[in-house]
């Protein structure tokens, strides 16, 4: 029989495991600490590349990864659909703005999200609504007036109030499962940087809700049967330092589609961007400086049939200080990892996942052949500078709609011009640890030393009592191992 009946799931966007945890020490967050930490556990936890928001809350929505729901960043560009369809509203895809909401129907048919499984569930603030019951969806269009306002006005914390207030209301229709977004970490550390004082005031904010939350559980005598679980999308890094990639390739002579601007025709490359410390790259098969055909869009172009033109272009990404390294699609599968003259093949074989460096050791993983299964790259790696960047690699080139090579962006560096506005101060999006780790907080505790976002569906639904859909990428975590 399931153990609890309900769950409010808050996904404090943008929030570091590392700042939760001192904060907590400092007495700073005292709901947090009495209701969860000791209760429960904080887990340093890992999420997904990219580490964007919007792709990175599919493993909370679905239990997988990004390229397994084959929305591979916050922009896409298909090729396939580029060089064959002669209309179609899903060649490229930017999910900023109104166009967040399209990304419920992009995700692969086939996958179910948890607002499928659980009935009666409430969502706020969280474009992704795949399956949620008509009245479930309590932010529809208010979503887009809160950030309209908040992003004129800079009163993220208007919009954070609004979701405490909003959750707090639901909960008297007793709802199974609650999801809401939290923005104010993520768009105050946008602006100042992950550790600036409002950014720091958001995480209180968080730790007010929870108790306001706690409070009315209790009141209704519910509390003993509920979770609340703190989760985020993404952790940041402070940013000075930016690359405008669209611009150093336009002037090299490779003809550049990215957005805003997309009516070109006859370009060589697609530029995606993501979170800012990551982007996606489509190159042409074939193009050499003249005119490229539709045609050439249609199949992948693995690092082995770059033409020369290609090559440089690369050469010359990768000398820019702002690219930390890059994951080139590879003939025979995988990905090769190229961090300037270090290379490594990056490839699954019989189930488990191999990392091969061929000179250097670009992940700064001890320079050895390492083969293992998913768990051991985890545990392996979860200290390093780049968390379970093998899984994570080899999980979103899987997509169709991911590009050719992958760019992660070096700390302090993300990968669009300082013009654009707003100028950003954090970034996110790529495969170190400042942008991987995240937090995850429950008041009941998460089994083993650490876990990733995907890991979370399996384990909640277990914890609830709801079959766990099979072909998941994540592993329920709600009893030891
Ligand atoms: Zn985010």
Same mark, same amino acid.
């Given at each position: 029989m399931a153990s609890y009946k309900r769950c409010i799931m808050i996904l404090a966007d943008g929030s570091r495991p590392d700042v939760f945890a001192n904060l907590a020490e400092q007495g700073k967050l005292p709901n947090i600490k009495e209701h969860l930490i000791d209760q429960g556990s904080l887990k340093h936890a890992v999420t997904v590349f990219p580490s964007t928001t919007g792709p990175a809350y599919l493993p909370y929505l679905t239990g997988c990864y990004p390229g397994t729901c084959n929305v591979p960043g916050i922009r896409w560009f298909d090729r396939e659909k580029y060089a064959t369809a002669f209309w179609s509203r899903s060649k490229h895809r930017s999910y900023v703005g109104l166009d967040t909401l399209k990304m419920s129907h992009d995700v692969l048919p086939s996958i179910q999200t948890i607002f499928e499984i659980v009935p009666h569930s409430v969502n706020i603030f969280n474009g992704i609504s795949k399956g949620i019951s008509r009245g479930g969806n309590k932010t529809s269009f208010m979503r887009l007036w809160n950030w309209y306002y908040a992003h004129l006005t800079d009163r993220w914390s208007l919009v954070d109030e609004n979701a405490t207030r909003l959750v707090l209301k639901h909960l008297d229709s007793d709802p199974t499962f609650t999801f809401v977004v939290y923005p104010g970490i993520d768009e105050y550390s946008h602006m100042g940087?992950? #550790?600036h004082s409002e950014a720091l005031v958001s995480y209180e904010r968080v730790d007010d809700a929870v108790g306001q939350m706690v409070d009315k559980l209790k009141s209704k005598g519910w509390w003993e049967e509920s979770i609340i679980l703190i989760v985020s999308d993404h952790g940041l890094s402070g940013t000075d330092e930016h690359l405008g990639v669209n611009q150093l390739l336009e002037s090299n002579g490779v003809k550049t589609f990215f957005y805003p601007v997309? #009516?070109?025709?006859?370009?060589a490359a697609a530029h995606m961007v993501s979170g800012n410390g990551m982007s996606h790259l489509y190159l042409a098969k074939g193009a050499n400086g003249g005119p490229v055909p539709k045609?050439?869009?249609r199949e992948a172009c693995h690092e082995e049939d770059m033409t020369p033109l290609q090559q440089q272009a690369l050469d010359l990404l990768d000398q820019q200080p702002a690219v930390d390294f890059m994951a080139i699609r590879a003939r025979e599968g995988g990905a090769w990892v190229r961090r300037g003259q270090e290379r490594a093949r990056v490839y699954e074989s019989a189930g488990l996942y191999c990392y091969e460096p061929v000179s250097g050791d670009p992940l700064r993983y001890g320079g050895t052949t390492l083969k293992l299964n998913a768990e051991d790259w985890l545990l392996k790696t979860y200290q390093s500078d780049y968390p379970d960047a093998v899984i994570q690699i080899l999980q979103l080139i899987r997509s169709p709609r991911s590009g050719d090579v992958m760019l992660s962006a070096a700390p302090g560096y993300d990968l669009r011009l300082r013009y654009e506005v707003p100028e950003h101060h954090g970034s996110h999006g790529g495969l170190h640890r400042d942008h991987m780790m995240i937090p995850i907080i429950s008041n009941v505790p998460f089994s083993g030393e650490t876990c990733r976002s995907v890991d979370v569906f399996p384990t909640l639904l277990e914890w609830m009592g709801y079959d766990i859909p099979e072909n998941i990428d994540g592993i329920s975590r709600a009893r030891l191992r």
């Amino acid at each position: 029989m399931a153990s609890y009946k309900r769950c409010i799931m808050i996904l404090a966007d943008g929030s570091r495991p590392d700042v939760f945890a001192n904060l907590a020490e400092q007495g700073k967050l005292p709901n947090i600490k009495e209701h969860l930490i000791d209760q429960g556990s904080l887990k340093h936890a890992v999420t997904v590349f990219p580490s964007t928001t919007g792709p990175a809350y599919l493993p909370y929505l679905t239990g997988c990864y990004p390229g397994t729901c084959n929305v591979p960043g916050i922009r896409w560009f298909d090729r396939e659909k580029y060089a064959t369809a002669f209309w179609s509203r899903s060649k490229h895809r930017s999910y900023v703005g109104l166009d967040t909401l399209k990304m419920s129907h992009d995700v692969l048919p086939s996958i179910q999200t948890i607002f499928e499984i659980v009935p009666h569930s409430v969502n706020i603030f969280n474009g992704i609504s795949k399956g949620i019951s008509r009245g479930g969806n309590k932010t529809s269009f208010m979503r887009l007036w809160n950030w309209y306002y908040a992003h004129l006005t800079d009163r993220w914390s208007l919009v954070d109030e609004n979701a405490t207030r909003l959750v707090l209301k639901h909960l008297d229709s007793d709802p199974t499962f609650t999801f809401v977004v939290y923005p104010g970490i993520d768009e105050y550390s946008h602006m100042g940087d992950p #550790f600036h004082s409002e950014a720091l005031v958001s995480y209180e904010r968080v730790d007010d809700a929870v108790g306001q939350m706690v409070d009315k559980l209790k009141s209704k005598g519910w509390w003993e049967e509920s979770i609340i679980l703190i989760v985020s999308d993404h952790g940041l890094s402070g940013t000075d330092e930016h690359l405008g990639v669209n611009q150093l390739l336009e002037s090299n002579g490779v003809k550049t589609f990215f957005y805003p601007v997309v #009516f070109k025709k006859g370009f060589a490359a697609a530029h995606m961007v993501s979170g800012n410390g990551m982007s996606h790259l489509y190159l042409a098969k074939g193009a050499n400086g003249g005119p490229v055909p539709k045609q050439a869009w249609r199949e992948a172009c693995h690092e082995e049939d770059m033409t020369p033109l290609q090559q440089q272009a690369l050469d010359l990404l990768d000398q820019q200080p702002a690219v930390d390294f890059m994951a080139i699609r590879a003939r025979e599968g995988g990905a090769w990892v190229r961090r300037g003259q270090e290379r490594a093949r990056v490839y699954e074989s019989a189930g488990l996942y191999c990392y091969e460096p061929v000179s250097g050791d670009p992940l700064r993983y001890g320079g050895t052949t390492l083969k293992l299964n998913a768990e051991d790259w985890l545990l392996k790696t979860y200290q390093s500078d780049y968390p379970d960047a093998v899984i994570q690699i080899l999980q979103l080139i899987r997509s169709p709609r991911s590009g050719d090579v992958m760019l992660s962006a070096a700390p302090g560096y993300d990968l669009r011009l300082r013009y654009e506005v707003p100028e950003h101060h954090g970034s996110h999006g790529g495969l170190h640890r400042d942008h991987m780790m995240i937090p995850i907080i429950s008041n009941v505790p998460f089994s083993g030393e650490t876990c990733r976002s995907v890991d979370v569906f399996p384990t909640l639904l277990e914890w609830m009592g709801y079959d766990i859909p099979e072909n998941i990428d994540g592993i329920s975590r709600a009893r030891l191992r």
